[in-house]
């Protein structure tokens, strides 16, 4: 088993590989590699992470029951927080740069676009959980903080639908993603039961 | 709107390259300065998007589905498509069905330079500096029957050699289709190249239709069957999704796209702090085009 020292070196290990994809894209703009859409690029990989980081963080439990290991917990909620940090950004790529902040254009496309609406009622949907992440609102929501950061099933279920939706005709990847996510998400209904 | 003088808008390398490349294909320098310096003018209607599009960007950032879905696939994947012998058929509701080939189609018609925007339905956009000349004059070959109300164009099936051919994307070979007088409107270009030199097989070579006031989908690639037809044909993109991609396909910012915004577009090579520009109706060929579509609802006809 590992050290208290080491539990806390490897949080600062994973803390700081979690980062890369951003110092990953921001290396990118710096050096002129990005493509000739670059804020597209940008959305694109930012979206990417955050799926990347729902699969990962929904794999720590089923990890946990598989290996018979209680570490992959201790790194949940950092993980978690790394969603909504790579959404946040993904939106901000959006609505700061690609729109500078043209709110009517925004509503308008949050409205008439159903990607972009389940997209953004994901994101929403993230801020309860990213707010009620630490201990102390563990303590104070007690029951009701599990059954609150179930919404994590619902919000994956989104991420993947809006990729799902916005793709123009191969549909291989978000695919891969929903069934990732599908997978990932019967095994806390089978190992429920049991 | 701004006239532009030639040497504004031509880098001088590019200038330099397209003098080479008049002097091989022996083209007149006279008819090729006049006739681009009208054209110039009409793709200019916009100040906001005026600049040339890069020679790199023009042909390495592509949606041609034959050879990948990726942007970047074209460039990588058409490199050692062969292009010759190519033939283009031109048939159906003709007096005269002919067989032409694709050195025959480059002599017989003198390719001028033809800037004009490109729109992507994907909501980027580019100028760039083609070669070619108006589709109406290759047709006035065949000596159209009155019954040909429509145009339809076929492009190269090889999956052999196109790989994305393999995989049913799209309703292969990829077809689209343009209304008989939208055909023969003289922005309707044969495209024969691009920057003063040949076309590239990732921009459609050898030959390719460019409408420049309709989304970009509906300019056919790499084609080798024109044919007259009686019914509006069905387009590999209608196809696919008639909800999405219509007959028309005007570029117009009023009617968006289920998915994505028409109202705007950016503009490709654009650096990370530029804005969108907005999009104009026609792609800014309002002048010349509008007149085809009077009366018509482009909402329920888009």
Redesign the interface.
């Given at each position: 088993m590992l050290t208290q020292t080491n539990k806390i070196y490897l949080k600062v290990v994973i803390f700081t590989l979690s980062l890369v994809p951003l110092f990953y894209i921001i290396y990118q703009i710096l050096t002129n590699q990005l493509g000739p859409e670059p804020i597209k690029d940008i959305t694109h990989h930012t979206g990417k992470w955050t799926l990347y980081f729902i699969v990962i963080t929904l794999a720590m439990t089923p990890l946990k029951k598989i290996t018979k290991l209680n570490i992959w917990i201790n790194y949940r909620r950092m993980f978690g927080l790394f969603i909504f940090f790579y959404a946040s950004v993904h939106l901000m790529t959006y609505v700061g740069l690609d729109y500078r902040f043209d709110l009517t254009s925004i509503g308008d496309d949050i409205i008439k676009k159903k990607y972009i609406f389940i997209g953004f009622t994901a994101w929403l949907l993230l801020i309860p959980l990213a707010v009620t992440s630490n201990k102390r609102m563990m303590k104070i929501l007690k029951d009701k903080w599990k059954k609150l950061h179930r919404l994590i099933y619902l919000i994956s279920l989104f991420g993947a639908i809006h990729y799902l939706w916005l793709v123009k005709r191969d549909l291989t990847e978000p695919l891969i993603f929903l069934a990732i996510i599908l997978i990932l998400l019967t095994f806390r209904f089978k190992f429920n039961k049991n | 709107m701004k006239n532009y003088k030639y040497s504004e808008i031509t880098p001088e390398k590019v200038y330099n390259n397209r003098r080479k490349f008049i002097k091989s294909v022996g083209l007149g320098l006279g008819s090729l300065s006049l006739s681009s310096m009208s054209l110039l003018n009409n793709a200019h209607s916009s100040e906001s998007n005026s600049e040339l599009t890069s020679y790199k960007?023009i042909t390495?950032?592509n949606n041609y589905?034959e050879f990948g879905?990726g942007?970047?696939d074209p460039y990588k994947n058409s490199q050692e498509f062969k292009i010759k012998p190519w033939s283009v058929s031109i048939e159906g509701e003709v007096e005269n069905p002919i067989t032409l080939s694709a050195d025959e189609i480059l002599s017989l018609y003198p390719s001028e330079e033809r800037i004009y925007r490109l729109r992507c339905v994907?909501g980027?956009s580019m100028v760039i500096p083609w070669m070619g000349f108006s589709l109406s004059k290759l047709l006035s070959k065949v000596s159209i029957k009155t019954e040909a109300k429509f145009v339809e164009f076929e492009s190269v099936y090889d999956p052999e050699q196109m790989k994305g051919q393999r995989y049913p994307?799209?309703n292969w070979p990829y077809k689209e289709g343009l209304r008989i007088d939208e055909a023969m409107h003289s922005l309707t270009t044969v495209v024969t190249g691009l920057y003063g030199k040949a076309l590239p097989n990732q921009n459609g070579a050898p030959l390719r239709i460019f409408v420049p006031w309709k989304y970009g989908f509906k300019s056919a690639k790499a084609i080798v069957k024109i044919k007259l037809v009686k019914k509006m044909p069905t387009s590999s993109w209608m196809k696919?999704s008639p909800r999405e991609y219509g007959f028309y396909s005007n570029v117009n910012p009023n009617v968006?796209h289920?998915?994505?915004?028409q109202?705007?577009e950016?503009v490709?090579?654009?650096?990370?702090l530029s804005?969108?520009v907005e999009t104009q109706m026609f792609n800014g060929y309002e002048d010349e085009v509008a007149n085809l579509y009077s009366g018509m609802d482009l909402k329920k006809y888009f």
């Open positions: - | 960007d390495t950032y589905y879905t942007k970047g994907e980027w994307v799209l696919a968006s289920p998915r994505w915004s109202a705007s950016r490709v090579g654009g650096s990370l804005p969108r």
